[in-house]
Nanobody, 121 residues
Framework: QVQLIESGGGLVQAGGSLRLSCAAS????MGWFRQAPGKEREFVASISWTGASTDYGDSVSGRFTISRDNAKNTVYLRMNSLKPEDTAVYYCAARLILRVTGTTQADFDAWGPGTQVTVSS
């Protein structure tokens, strides 16, 4: 059974940075999605098991960086130049196919409980 635990969320001022972590129970390709109140869940970033392939959503490309430490089974999302519109619950997701990424919710097989990120203006 896949287990995912996110951490690192919190309150930050606009222009600031945060790093989210997601600890996984095994070997997976991984992704981050986010959901703001009243909006659909949105793709943020994904990374293959080796880290050789990454994908980013248009709204975060150039500001966010996804990375991973396979020795720790942990994936990170470094978020820079945060904006109030980045405020959302951020979800970590795992994909059982290792060598690809993914950009839709249907690409992923398991989800973490989420962590809140709030960016104040």
């Amino acid at each position: 059974q896949v287990q995912l635990i996110e951490s690192g969320g919190g309150l930050v001022q606009a222009g600031g940075s945060l790093r989210l972590s997601c600890a996984a129970s095994g070997r997976y390709a991984m992704g981050w999605f986010r959901q703001a109140p009243g909006k659909e869940r949105e793709f943020v970033a994904s990374i293959s098991w080796t880290g050789a392939s990454t994908d980013y959503g248009d709204s975060v490309s150039g500001r966010f960086t996804i990375s991973r430490d396979n020795a720790k089974n942990t994936v990170y999302l470094r978020m820079n130049s945060l904006k109030p519109e980045d405020t959302a619950v951020y979800y970590c997701a795992a994909r059982l196919i290792l060598r690809v990424t993914g950009t839709t919710q249907a690409d992923f097989d398991a989800w973490g409980p989420g962590t809140q990120v709030t960016v104040s203006s």
